[in-house]
């Protein structure tokens, strides 16, 4: 009678059983899991709407600073491409608002451009802090505006 090759029986068996174990093991994590997922989800949507509300209060803000500037009746105030009255108007719409980040400190650093109805500043930033999750949100703004001061797009 002839034998046959039990070569391959024991390497066989050792796989049925490390995959036995990996199923067990697998098992095991899903029903132990407990993790409160909403909680979570609900900070991390907390500080994306709060970086959201903080850059737009900073494009609000330059908004309103140019349309005040445009419609002083100071004639003098656009001297300079009106450098000087943004600084100053900067002061009065600076609010410290948690979260604002850098605009009020780079307009009055004069790290802006403003001609032909183009304001432009380069590298703001945002945060916002929610519990032990923080964020930052960096962006360039750049705004155009009408011969009146009203808002007519981003460029």
Do not use: H, W
Not at 20 to 34: A, D, E, N
Not at 42 to 51: A, I
Not at 58 to 71: G, L, P, Q, T, W
């Amino acid at each position: 009678m002839r034998s046959l090759n039990k070569k391959g029986d024991a390497p066989m068996i050792l796989l049925a059983v490390v995959t036995l174990g990996l199923i067990l093991m697998l098992g095991f994590v899903f029903l132990s899991f407990r993790a409160d997922l909403t909680n979570k989800s609900l900070q991390y949507s907390k500080l994306s709407n709060s970086l959201e509300f903080n850059q737009k209060y900073v494009i609000s803000s330059v908004k309103a600073i140019v349309k005040e500037m445009v419609k002083s009746e100071d004639p003098g105030i656009m001297d300079n491409f009106g450098k000087e009255a943004i600084i100053e108007l900067s002061d009065k719409y600076n609010y410290n608002i948690k979260g604002q980040g850098n605009l009020f400190g780079e307009i009055r650093n004069e790290n802006f451009a403003f001609d032909d109805n183009k304001f432009e500043i380069k590298g703001l930033f945002v945060t916002s802090e929610i519990g032990a999750n923080s964020a930052k949100r960096v962006f360039d703004l750049c705004l155009e505006f009408d011969i009146n001061g009203d808002f007519v797009k981003n460029c």
